[in-house]
Nanobody, 122 residues
Framework: DVQLQASGGGLVQAGGSLRLSCAAS????????IGWFRQAPGKEREGISL????????LYTDSMKGRFTISSDNAKNTVYLQMNDLKFEDTGVYYC???????????????WGQGTQVTVSS
């Protein structure tokens, strides 16, 4: 099956750290950009960061720079999001995402992991 599986969320005190994992299967991991998004309660989903596993090219939303670090382990087909100095407002459901090509015409489908809950206590 073509899928992304997010894991690693949990309850952490403000100032703590978590590392999220996104395991990819069923498609050529190196060929696609994989990103992390989050959705806080009552808010829209927002982008955090993305990475190209082929060349480790990364992008971050400005507000996420410095505390969050995205990386990939190509041997494990897994992308990580290291989150440090967590704040109460980082609470939300975190998703990984990729947009993959499904036919020779170049049609794509959005692939979302199931989400992992991060709760930061103040």
């Amino acid at each position: 099956d073509v899928q992304l599986q997010a894991s690693g969320g949990g309850l952490v005190q403000a100032g703590g750290s978590l590392r999220l994992s996104c395991a990819a299967s069923g498609f050529a991991f190196d060929d696609y950009v994989i990103g992390w998004f989050r959705q806080a309660p009552g808010k829209e989903r927002e982008g955090i960061s993305l990475i190209s596993p082929l060349d480790d090219y990364t992008l971050y939303t400005d507000s996420m720079k410095g505390r969050f670090t995205i990386s990939s382990d190509n041997a494990k087909n897994t992308v990580y999001l290291q989150m440090n100095d967590l704040k109460f407002e980082d609470t939300g459901v975190y998703y990984c995402h990729s947009s993959i090509v499904v036919n020779v015409e170049g049609s794509t489908v959005d692939l979302w992991g199931q989400g992992t809950q991060v709760t930061v206590s103040s």
